[in-house]
């Protein structure tokens, strides 16, 4: 059974950091485009995920540009898993955060209809 599980998600204040895990089982997605989605509270669950991060099979990274000078993807293949290092913490990243990877590509393409599979999420709250 194919399983990603987010963990990491917890509250912070606005300039705090945090580090979400993703650690996928059933799947070894090593050369596989990992990346992280986020639903912020005001979005419907029918509307599209908003993209963050995603790293693809060759390590290539790409960021959202309201995040892209504070965070950092990473992926350690040795244990399945992938990170997403958060620093410097706003109000506006108030979201539940998902991992997402499809068995198909290597490269990312940055939209979450794109992605077969999907973690359960892990909820960052950011208080100002």
């Known amino acids: 059974q194919v399983q990603l599980v987010e963990s990491g998600g917890n509250s912070v204040q606005a300039g705090g950091t945090l580090r979400l895990s993703c650690v996928a089982s059933?799947?070894?997605?090593?050369?596989?485009?990992v990346a992280w989605f986020r639903r912020v509270p005001s979005q419907p669950p029918g509307k599209e995920r908003e993209?963050?991060?995603?790293?693809?099979?060759?390590?290539?990274?790409t960021y959202a540009e309201s995040v892209k000078d504070r965070v950092i993807i990473s992926r350690d293949n040795l244990i399945n898993t992938v990170y997403l290092q958060m620093n410097n913490l706003k109000p506006e990243d108030t979201a539940i955060y998902y991992c997402?990877?499809?068995?198909?590509?290597?490269?990312?393409?940055?939209?979450?209809?794109?992605?077969?599979?999907w973690g359960q999420g892990t909820q960052v709250t950011v208080s100002s």
């Open positions: 993209a963050v991060a995603g790293i693809a099979g060759d390590g290539v990274t």
């Open positions: 997402a990877t499809d068995h198909r590509r290597s490269a990312c393409f940055m939209r979450d209809w794109m992605f077969d599979t």
């Open positions: 059933g799947l070894d997605f090593n050369n596989l485009c």
